[in-house]
């Protein structure tokens, strides 16, 4: 499976932006949808974005829609771009390889993580 490394994450004022980044390292990345969840302490890991194989297809947490954008490229790499940030935005931010029918299905294949914490 996959080895997936994000990075990108840091501190910033609400209504700033990040970009998240997920590298991936092994075979077939181009065979896996990719997905972003994130989770504060206490809680469920919740979701956020996910992109389907060909990158043709996304989805998007409600929270989220309009203010986040995932996309990839064909060699080894997921973003998350992060506009408009709000304070409850803050989470550890994990990526995450999956399938796509129709929507996304997540495995148990997850990156360390990357802080996000949006100050108001």
């Known amino acids: 499976q996959l080895q997936l490394v994000e990075s990108g994450g840091g501190l910033v004022q609400a209504g700033g932006s990040l970009r998240l980044s997920c590298v991936a390292s092994?075979?077939?990345?181009?065979?896996?949808?990719m997905g972003w969840f994130r989770q504060n302490p206490g809680k469920e890991r919740e979701f956020v974005a996910a992109i389907s194989w060909s990158g043709g297809s996304t989805n998007y947490a409600d929270s989220v829609k309009g203010r986040f954008t995932i996309s990839r490229d064909a060699k080894n790499t997921v973003y998350l771009q992060m506009n408009s940030l709000k304070p409850e935005d803050t989470a550890v931010y994990y990526c995450?390889?999956?399938?796509?029918?129709?929507?996304?299905?997540?495995?148990?294949?997850w990156g360390q993580g990357t802080q996000v914490t949006v100050s108001s």
């Open positions: 995450n390889t999956g399938t796509w029918r129709d929507t996304y299905y997540s495995t148990d294949n």
């Open positions: 092994g075979r077939a990345f181009s065979r896996y949808a």
